[in-house]
């Protein structure tokens, strides 16, 4: 069955304590400064008051310093991170490379009180001299949801002012991402802010402990599906996710800058920790020696689901070419993707490429008549479509037209960038905000892939399985394999209770299952993980040889990606 919370214990060693008394009672009782370090989206003032309360009501003097009150004015902060090009372009801007300290001036001095404790907090606290350090955290999809309600103080550094996705997506996460994972071998302690009158806290030692076993066995991240203006049902129907919502659009199973990792004793003693910070201590592990050479501590591969089940049809899109996204948008690799149709028929669609007569003068104007006049578009004038046929894999390099239509349940496999759609068409749907969806479309005729056409596009970017090994009950197929992209995906085809055995070789492996009851996956080490219809797994370079077990009494097929 399909789980919502995948949860790890911690380590035997770890530290968890629940509740501002308990969190609070781990803070020293004699003279020092205590840093609590963390993004916007933490309820700082609330975090504060409330641990202020409960060391005064133990007999410590506690002084407050709001870090955010030292901030540079905010035009300096917007000089320092913005690029004159970025005001130019009203989608996307270059990934900000500041460090944290970009937003003072000056950082204030944090000398220990005669008595009691200094407790500096938010977002750049770590920067000062301090003897005790905390990272307090809310997912990602917290500070989403801020800047969606126009939130003051949502955007780093900025605390008076209209908050702006662009800004949050392309400036505040990477500088507050380098930031943690710089500091994260030295945080004293980890604080969970998702439910404010309940925090979990994890000591150091003990999260780093953890990480250190989970590097090194099978681990599954939290999913969870947001809503969009195509979003569809099955999600909803099949999995449980956001019943109460208006729909389930993109599924995020492994987005690596967004997931995160439970580790806990149940829902009500639990933590959820990003699984970025586990490359960044254990990169060796997870990634292994080349992959890690090659990609830093950035986990390459992505798995999503795209939910058009009862929805609408995605936009048509592409994603920028390799030298354009390192020069424009600062990601060192780019945006290549492969859909895998996990639900599809042969009534639905999926547009792929361009025919071979395509005109692309003629799609441009297409393009520009149907975003200022509203004149609808038929995008199959330019576009191939083709049968979503259960099963089948479509590759798609970056600078390539496509859309996953209305009906389907794509397992979208992917490289991690994933901010950078270009959009060409959007069937003219409004957004949510009752607008019209914003279509960059000049960066996507800039990308655009003229050459592949027609004929090319169904020999390369609709491949048919071959298979790679097989033995008694079980095979291994080559599903996708483009020279031109850094990853293939394979298939496992096992019958009931078939056993089939497998290496990581030095390189993780990202295994999903598309058809079927699932599979119990048992390492050499002796690690047993089980892994249900639709769940994605990780299974780092470091656990080696592995066997996927077939469970259930059906036939079951499993899909992995690995960097090759």
């Given at each position: ?8 214990a ?16 781990q ?15 933490v ?5 504060a008051d409330?641990?202020a309360?409960e060391l005064t009501?133990r007999?410590?003097?506690?002084t407050l ?5 030292h901030y540079a004015?905010?035009?300096?902060v ?6 004159p090009?970025?005001a ?8 900000a ?17 005669a008595?009691g404790l ?6 750049g606290a770590?920067l000062?001299?301090?003897d005790?350090l905390?990272?307090?955290d ?7 949801a801020?800047?969606?309600a ?13 908050p702006?996705?662009?800004?949050l ?5 990477p ?16 604080l ?10 994890l000591a150091?030692?003990g999260?780093?402990?953890?990480f250190a076993?989970?590097?090194?066995r099978?681990?599954r ?6 809503s969009t ?13 956001n019943?109460?919502s208006?729909n ?8 690596a800058p967004?997931a995160?990792?439970?580790i ?13 910070l586990?490359c ?9 020696a080349?992959v890690?050479a090659r990609?830093g501590?950035?986990?390459p591969?992505?798995?999503d689901?795209?939910?058009?089940v ?5 936009s ?8 354009y996204?390192r020069?424009?948008?600062?990601w060192?690799y780019?945006?290549?993707?492969t859909?895998y149709?996990?639900?599809g028929?042969t009534?639905t669609k999926?547009?792929?490429?361009l ?5 692309i003068?003629g799609f441009r ?12 578009m ?5 576009v191939?479509?083709f049968p ?14 496509h ?8 397992l ?7 901010l950078y759609s270009l959009r060409?068409?959007?069937?003219l ?13 000049e ?32 095979r291994e197929?080559?599903?996708g394999?483009?020279?031109?992209m850094?990853y ?8 009931a209770?078939?056993?089939?055995v ?9 295994l999903?299952?598309?058809?079927g ?5 048992l390492?050499?080490?002796g690690?047993?993980h089980e892994?249900a219809?639709?769940e994605t797994l990780?299974?780092p ?5 592995y066997?996927?077990?077939?469970a259930?009494t ?11």
């Amino acid at each position: 069955m399909y789980r919502l919370d995948p949860r790890y214990a911690p380590a035997p060693q770890a530290a968890f304590h629940k509740g501002w008394q308990a969190v609070a009672s781990q803070l020293p009782y004699g003279s020092a400064v205590v840093a609590v370090e963390g993004p916007p989206s933490v309820d700082w003032s609330l975090l504060a008051d409330r641990l202020a309360h409960e060391l005064t009501e133990r007999g410590t003097p506690v002084t407050l310093l709001d870090i955010r009150t030292h901030y540079a004015p905010p035009a300096l902060v917007r000089g320092r991170t913005e690029r004159p090009a970025d005001a130019e372009d009203p989608y996307f801007r270059k990934l900000a490379d500041n460090p944290l300290d970009d937003l003072f001036e000056t950082l204030p001095v944090s000398a220990p009180p005669a008595e009691g404790l200094l407790l500096v907090y938010g977002p750049g606290a770590a920067l000062v001299e301090h003897d005790v350090l905390w990272y307090a955290d809310v997912p990602k999809r917290y500070a989403e949801a801020a800047v969606g309600a126009g939130e003051a103080g949502a955007n780093l550094g900025l605390p008076d002012e209209k908050p702006d996705f662009r800004r949050l997506f392309y400036v505040d996460w990477p500088m507050l991402d380098r930031h943690r994972d710089a500091v994260a071998r030295r945080l004293d302690a980890w604080l969970d802010m998702q439910h404010p009158d309940h925090p979990a806290w994890l000591a150091g030692a003990g999260l780093r402990a953890t990480f250190a076993t989970l590097a090194r066995r099978p681990v599954r991240t939290r999913p969870y599906f947001n809503s969009t203006p195509w979003g569809g049902h099955w999600a909803q129907r099949e999995l449980g996710f956001n019943p109460g919502s208006r729909n389930t659009a993109l599924g995020y199973e492994l987005i690596a800058p967004e997931a995160g990792i439970l580790i806990g004793t149940g829902p009500e003693a639990q933590a959820e920790v990003p699984f970025q910070l586990l490359c960044v201590l254990e990169p060796l592990s997870v990634l292994g020696a080349e992959v890690h050479a090659r990609f830093g501590t950035s986990f390459p591969i992505r798995f999503d689901y795209l939910d058009t089940v009862g929805g609408g049809s995605l936009s048509v899109h592409c994603h920028p070419k390799e030298s354009y996204m390192r020069e424009r948008f600062g990601w060192d690799y780019t945006q290549h993707e492969t859909y895998y149709l996990t639900l599809g028929s042969t009534d639905t669609k999926v547009y792929l490429g361009l025919r071979e007569d395509a005109d692309i003068d003629g799609f441009r104007k297409e393009v520009e008549r149907a975003i200022t006049d509203g004149v609808p578009m038929d995008p199959e004038d330019h576009v191939l479509s083709f049968p979503a046929e259960q099963g089948q894999l479509f590759m798609i390099p970056a600078g390539t037209p496509h859309a996953s239509g209305a009906g389907n349940l794509v397992l979208e496999i992917s490289a991690t960038p994933y901010l950078y759609s270009l959009r060409f068409y959007d069937w003219l749907r409004p957004g949510a905000d009752g607008n019209p969806r914003p279509l960059p479309y000049e960066h996507g005729f800039a990308n655009l892939e003229t050459g592949r056409r027609g004929e090319a596009v169904v020999r390369d970017l609709v491949q048919q399985p071959r298979t790679l090994r097989e033995g008694t009950g079980w095979r291994e197929e080559v599903i996708g394999d483009l020279a031109e992209m850094f990853y293939e995906v394979r298939r496992f085809v096992l019958d009931a209770g078939a056993e089939a055995v497998d290496d990581t070789q030095g390189r993780f492996h990202i295994l999903n299952v598309v058809e079927g009851d699932g599979v119990t996956v048992l390492t050499a080490a002796g690690d047993r993980h089980e892994l249900a219809y639709a769940e994605t797994l990780t299974v780092p370079a470091a656990v080696g040889r592995y066997t996927l077990r077939a469970a259930g009494t059906g036939p079951v097929r499993v899909v992995k990606a690995l960097v090759r």
